[in-house]
C-alpha cells in the first residue's frame, strides 16, 4: 500500500529567484524507511515541512495514506495530516515528565486507551522505568527515544524525521541506528528520515532519495536510488 505519494511538489521561498524544490515526486510505500540526502541548502528540510503542512507549496500535491493533504485547490492543516514529526532537538517538552511529553497529543482518546497507549510506547522504545523522569534528566539518546514514542504514540500514517542523530555522540550513533532501524520496523512505521551522513542511510534505511542541485542552484527532480 502507498503512504507518502508526491507529485510535482514546487516550493519557493518568499523573494527567492528560483524554487527550492522543484518539481519533486517520489512515493513510498507501507513500513518503508527512506533517507533524504543532499548537501547542505538543498531543500532536505523544506521537503519534509511542505510534507508536513509547515509550509504551502507553489504547485503539487501530497497524498498521505490515500488523502490528499495538499494540491492547488486544498490545504490541511498539520494536525490532521496524520503525521508523526522528530525534530533534530528532540523538542521534547522541559517541564513535562517523560510520561507527560507521550500522553501529550493523545487527547481524542479515552483514559484507558491514553494509558494502554503509553505503557505499549514506553515498552517499544524500552524507556517503562523512566517514565516519571524530566527530559533534563535522560542522555541524549533516551531524550531521542522518548520524542520517537511521542511521535508514534498517535499513530500517524507517516513518521518524517529531520537528522535525528546530530545531537548524539559518533559512541552512541552506531548503537542508536541498529536501535531506531528495529523500533521502527517493530512498529510498521512507514519513515522518511532526512540526514547529511550516508553511514546514517546504510545502517538505518531501504533505500534513499536525493535532491540534487545544478551549478543553476535549481534544485533537479528527486533521484531514487535503490539500495541493496
Ligand atoms: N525561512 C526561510 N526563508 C528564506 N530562505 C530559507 C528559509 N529557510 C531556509 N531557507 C533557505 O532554503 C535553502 C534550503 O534550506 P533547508 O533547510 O531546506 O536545507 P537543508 O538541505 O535541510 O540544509 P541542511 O543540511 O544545512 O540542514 C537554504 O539555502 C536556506 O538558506
Redesign the pocket.
Known sequence: MKILDVEGLTFS?RG?KKP?LNDVSFKMNQGEIVGVL??????????LRVIAGLEVPERGTVTVAGKTVVNHKLFVQPENRGIGMVFQDYALFPHMTVKDNILFGLNGMSRSERKARLTEMLELVQMTEYAKRYPHELSGGQQQRIALARALAPKPSLLLMD?PFSNLDADLKGEIREELRLILKAANMTCMM?T?DRHDVDAICDRSIS?TEEKSRAVEKVKVLVHG
Open positions: 521561498f527567492a527550492i543532499g548537501q547542505s541548502g538543498s531543500g532536505k528540510s523544506t521537503l537528522e532526512v547529511h535532491l
